[in-house]
């Protein structure tokens, strides 16, 4: 997704402290809350980077996953995938009209471009993604959970709603798809600028939960992450 790319040259005016990358944070609320696009370089959806792994990636939190440390119940490769590429969803926050309207056109951009149908739940669809607005920032977990609790995506308004370029990005992690920057051959297109961090954030440690490249089986601080929920097109 060509979106995407436009995230990459980031990593600029960082504004928060190291976090756990699983709860939500009110300060990145706040701080998005005083988020001017007219005047800040950045995307609505990478204020939390310190906070949420990646900026705006929500993981489930180490009592949600399984002993022996997975992010989710991968009985197969595609336990994160959506079957059929349909997504069933719900509207959960209160948003108003021209932010659904933002939502639809979102879901209606994943419609005309690819194979990925966003559809209303029905009873029959014990797993679906909720879409709200709390006051914490615009974030996703990755792709299907297995605990209806974790297919959620946030979109604090009206800032995650500006624009439909961040319903979209945050689907997108929905569906499954990490940040471009952490794809294996990203060394080969991009160079990670540590210096433009803040400086609170040049330490190896967020560098290594945020930036490190993943890989078949791909490690984050203790986690395996699934391959099969990243794709490269
Ligand atoms: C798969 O999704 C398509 C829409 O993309 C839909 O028409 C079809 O009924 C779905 N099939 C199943 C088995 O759910
Ligand atoms: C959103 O806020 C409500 C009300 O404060 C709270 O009950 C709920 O747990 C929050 N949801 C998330 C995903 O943060
Ligand atoms: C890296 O970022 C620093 C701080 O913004 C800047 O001074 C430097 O020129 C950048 N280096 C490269 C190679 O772009
Ligand atoms: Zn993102």
């Not at 540590?194 to 954030?201: F, G, N, T, V």
Request: glycine share 6%; aromatic share 14%.
């Amino acid at each position: 997704m060509v979106a995407f790319v436009k995230f990459l040259p980031i990593l600029v005016q960082i504004y928060a402290v190291y976090g756990d990358y699983y709860t939500p944070s009110e300060e990145v609320g706040e701080e998005l809350k005083r988020y001017d696009p007219s005047t800040d370089s950045r995307y609505p959806f990478e204020l939390g980077l310190g906070r949420y792994y990646q900026g705006d990636i929500m993981l489930v939190p180490p009592e949600g996953r399984n002993k022996d440390g997975r992010v989710s119940v991968p009985d197969s490769l595609t336990s994160y995938i959506w079957p059929n590429g349909t997504v069933p969803y719900e509207i959960a926050g209160n948003f108003t009209p021209s932010e659904l309207r933002t939502i639809q056109n979102a879901m209606r951009m994943f419609r005309r471009y690819t194979c990925v149908r966003f559809i209303p739940k029905t009873a029959n669809d014990p797993l679906f993604v909720s879409i709200v607005n709390n006051n914490t920032g615009c974030y996703s977990y990755i792709g299907r959970q297995q605990n209806n609790m974790y297919n959620l995506i946030n979109l604090q308004t009206p800032q995650c709603l500006m624009a439909v370029g961040t319903p979209v990005h945050e689907m997108m992690h929905a569906l499954g798809f990490y940040h471009e920057f952490v794809r294996p051959d990203r060394d080969d297109w991009i160079t990670i600028n540590r210096s433009a961090l803040l400086p609170e954030l040049q330490t190896d440690e967020i560098y290594d939960n945020n930036f490190r490249k993943l890989r078949f089986e791909p490690m984050t601080f203790g986690l395996r992450i699934e391959y099969g929920s990243f794709q490269v097109n």
